[in-house]
């Protein structure tokens, strides 16, 4: 009896280990893509929005299995614009991001969390149009986003350690460019990704 009580404590203590709960602190570290191929009526592939990023950040559980997360980090989107002797030229945005965001944990199993996440990302980085293959102009810029992050998993591999991974993304973007410091045009968008994927590496204190 003494032996059975022992080991209900200790299973009772690694799952108090491995939960959520308030006041719980993490560093992670992430990387995202998106990517892909795209055919038209004229059997012609066409290259998909293109996003790399790569963040750093700090996260905080507020209340137990609800947490508030800040990310920093530097990003690359290459788009499309025209295909020119059959090769593309690509409108390219670089920056660096500030990603304020919250998730809640709904546990799935032991360890095993379905974590949505909403957020905003804040940029600021430098636009290049390519005008043809040897002329290309340079544009500072700034944007924000709110999006939600809908398919996101997090597997709790041990106490200090876990996993996160995304599909898909939805956003709405609001990005102005700027030529001697003056709003020459703005833009605003709302896309819905299924070709992007994130991984992330939560280190538990």
């Known amino acids: 009896m003494k032996r059975l009580a022992i080991i ?6 690694s799952i108090s280990v491995y939960a959520q709960e308030r006041g719980e602190l993490y560093m992670l570290t992430s990387a995202s893509a998106s990517f892909g191929k795209s055919t038209n009526d004229s059997y012609e592939e ?6 790399l990023s790569i963040d750093v950040g700090i ?15 530097f990003s690359s989107e290459k788009d499309p614009t025209q295909n020119v002797s059959s090769d593309w030229l690509y409108a390219i945005h670089r920056g660096f991001n ?12 032991e360890g095993f ?3 949505p996440e909403v957020g905003a990302n804040f940029n600021i980085g430098t636009y290049y149009f390519q005008e043809n293959h040897y002329n290309t102009w340079e544009f500072p810029f700034r944007d924000y986003s709110l999006y939600a992050n809908l398919l996101v998993f997090e597997y709790r591999i041990g106490p200090h350690f876990a996993l996160t991974t995304q ?4 956003a709405y ?22 070709n992007s994927a994130r991984a992330c590496m939560h280190f538990y204190f």
């Not at 209900?8 to 203590?13: G, Y």
């Not at 996260?59 to 980090?73: I, K, S, T």
């Not at 599909?167 to 939805?170: F, K, T």
Request: proline content about 3%.
């Open 8 to 13: 209900i404590s200790l299973v009772v203590l």
């Open 46 to 51: 066409i290259p998909l929005d293109t996003y």
């Open 59 to 73: 996260g905080y559980f507020l209340l137990n299995n609800f947490r508030l997360e800040l990310g920093v980090g």
């Open 98 to 109: 500030v990603c304020p965001n919250l998730s809640y944990y709904f546990k799935l199993a």
């Open 113 to 115: 969390y379905y974590t």
């Open 167 to 170: 599909v898909g993304d939805l």
């Open 173 to 194: 973007t609001h990005r102005n460019y700027y030529e001697d410091d003056d709003v020459f045009y703005s833009e605003k968008t709302v896309a819905f990704y299924l």
